[in-house]
């Protein structure tokens, strides 16, 4: 007899069964739907260890999968001041010099959530923050994870200076030569954050068990992370042993601009790789940013007369590792926000193909040509 670990009783189950459409109850053993029923049927199955739980006439409806998701990049920028929802300047510098009383003297204070009307009459500058967190470094990721704001003392800390040229579309915002703290776009994002002390490895693991943990809580049973590397897989593999991966995930690979054919080469043997929590088989593309700092792909300027130059520099390297992933049965995702941009994947997705079964996905339409 299968052992019943759990035991939903006094519910409202839809079955989609057509000669029983409706339940009360249902029975799981090792992590799967195994019986359903009404209550008698599914209290008989039950056992001593069996935990049952009386619904009271909730709903028990299937777990939500979220289509995209930065659970484990997330878990690691979601740290210090929360400031979303926060919509003037005075708010999030009342939010920060909170956060900056937790913080120990010489610790970097961190937000994220940062809305950009925040900035709608002074323009994007560190040293609006800069007295809040009392002269301490301070690094805050806008809501998106496409701009960041430094204060004066981290881009100094971090040697940052002056503009620099990058591989991708990003940019240290400077005005008469000299850094503001906008930091458009993970090239530039990066430099600062890379001079922010190290996470131990005990602590990034612990941040992404309880990531996955609240999205749990609330129904979310599977996401597709939409950033990884080979490492990825590894964590995932120790996740799963420990017994902590509680959300099955979708993970693809992030192909970078700067990333070469033998770079793709490393990583197409991985296409099918899984096990029962989790998957691979996708490869993720970034083919411009957002349209708020001008990052976005678009066939016309925008009122700033920015957003006309993509975030991969070279489309026609893009396009050819779109057809390296389409071709070895991958699907590909890329975030595509202006026109220009997904008119781009969409012709590449268009000249590569795709395998049988396989849908190419674009992330995060803002803009369309007519």
Not at 68 to 79: I, S
Request: with cysteine.
């Amino acid at each position: 007899m299968t052992t019943i670990d759990l035991a939903l009783a006094n519910a409202r189950i839809r079955t989609l069964d057509p000669g029983r459409p409706w339940a009360t109850a249902l029975a799981v053993s090792g992590g799967a739907i195994a019986a359903v029923g009404d209550d008698d049927e599914i209290r008989a199955l039950a056992g001593a260890a069996t935990e049952t739980i009386d619904l009271a006439g909730a709903a028990v409806v299937p777990g939500l999968v979220d289509s995209h998701l930065h659970p484990f990049h997330g878990a690691e920028v979601t740290r210090g001041a929360d400031l979303t929802g926060l919509r003037t300047l005075a708010g999030v510098q009342d939010a920060l010099a909170a956060e900056r009383a937790r913080c120990a003297p010489d610790e970097w204070v961190l937000g994220f959530g940062l809305e950009y009307d925040v900035f709608r009459d002074t323009g994007i500058h560190g040293a609006l923050v800069e007295g809040a967190v009392q002269g301490s470094p301070a690094f805050v990721q806008f809501f998106d994870l496409h701009t960041a704001l430094a204060t004066p003392r981290a881009l100094a800390l971090a040697g940052v200076d002056g503009p620099r040229a990058f591989e991708e579309n990003a940019e240290i915002v400077c005005v008469g030569g000299a850094p503001t703290g906008e930091l458009r776009e993970p090239g530039a994002t990066s430099l600062v954050q890379d001079a922010i002390p190290a996470l131990t490895a005990e602590s990034r693991y612990r941040l992404y068990v309880e990531a996955l943990r609240r999205f749990a809580a609330v129904g979310i049973t599977g996401v597709h992370a939409m950033d990884g590397d080979l490492s990825t897989l590894d964590l995932l593999h120790e996740l799963e042993e420990n017994g902590d991966l509680v959300t099955r995930i979708v993970a693809p690979f992030w192909i970078r601009p700067e990333s070469e054919s033998e770079d793709w080469d490393a990583l197409l043997p991985h296409r099918d790789v899984g096990s029962r929590r989790f998957r691979g088989g996708v490869a993720k593309f970034f083919i411009d940013g957002v349209i708020d700092t001008g990052t976005g792909w678009l066939y016309e300027p925008d009122s700033e007369g920015e957003g006309t130059l993509p975030f991969w520099p070279d489309p026609a390297h893009y396009r050819a590792a779109v057809e390296r992933f389409a071709r070895a049965g991958f699907q590909c995702a890329t975030h595509a926000t202006g026109d220009r941009g997904v008119r781009e994947a969409l012709d590449a997705y268009r000249a590569a193909g795709a395998a049988p079964g396989v849908r190419h996905r674009i992330e995060h339409i803002e803009t369309l040509q007519a």
